[in-house]
C-alpha cells in the first residue's frame, strides 16, 4: 500500500488528490492548517476505515510543520505532494504592493515546500517522491504581468526544488514540478479550464511514472514538459 501526505489537503486540488488516493486504496497523511475546517475531509476519514488521518500543519510556521512530522512517527512516505497555496495580492501590484500578502506568498508556498521538505525527508527513502504542485505562471515563458506575489513565490520554488532534485538524487528521491491546469477551485474560480477531479488525475499519474533521471523537470498535469 502506498503512503502519500498531501499539505492543502482539506480543499480544492488537496482534497481530490486524498480522494484519489483512499479510492485506489492507498494510506493518506492530510496535512491542514486547521484541521476541524474542512468538512469534507472529515467525511473522508470518517469513512476511510483508518487509511486517512488528519494532522495540523501550518505550512508558514516551522514548528507547527516540525509536530506534524513527530506526529506520524515512524512512517514511511512514498508520494509527498506538496500543494498548499494562496492567490496573494490581485490588485495592481507595480503601483501599490501590500507586502503583508506578498511575504504570506513567499512563507507559504516558497519557504513552506522547503520547511516540509526539511521536516519530512527522514520519512523518505530511495524511490520516495516530492511532487510540487507550482504554475504556468511561474516560467519566463509567460506572455503576462501581474500577480507579482504569487509567480515570485512559484519562480523562486521552481528553481528550489531543482536544487532539491540535484542534491537529493544520491539518496534515490525524486522531485517533480508540476503545473496543475487552470483548475475550478477556490483559487482558480468557477470559469477555470479543468475540474479538480481532471488535474488530480493527472497530477497522480505523472507522480506514478515520475523517474529518477527526471527529477526536477517541469511538466503540466497532462504530462507535457513545461518549457521555462
Known sequence: MTT?????????????????HLAA????LALVRNPKGSPALAALAGGSGGRLAIHACDVANTASVEAAAKAIGETRIDILYNVAGVTGTIAPELEATDWASFDEAIEIMLKGPLRVLNAFLPKLA???????????????????????????AKAGLNRLMRSAAI?????????????????????GGPGADITPVESAVGIR????????????????????AHPW
Do not use: C
Not at 11 to 19: F, N, P
Not at 25 to 28: K, Q
Not at 167 to 187: A, C, E, F, S, W
Open 205 to 224: 499519474k505523472l507522480a506514478r511514472e515520475w523517474t529518477l533521471d527526471r527529477s526536477g523537470d517541469f511538466h503540466r498535469w497532462n504530462g507535457e
Open 25 to 28: 486504496g492507498d494510506s493518506v
Open 4 to 20: 502519500v501526505a498531501i499539505t492543502g489537503a482539506g480543499r480544492g486540488i488537496g482534497l481530490e488528490l486524498a480522494r484519489q
Open 126 to 152: 530511495a524511490g520516495a517522491k516530492v511532487m510540487n504542485i507550482t504554475s504556468q505562471l511561474a516560467a519566463s515563458t509567460w506572455p503576462y504581468g501581474g500577480f507579482y506575489a504569487y509567480v515570485a
Open 167 to 187: 542534491d537529493l538524487k544520491p539518496r534515490g528521491i525524486i522531485v517533480g514540478l508540476i503545473h496543475p491546469g487552470y483548475v475550478q477551485t477556490d483559487m
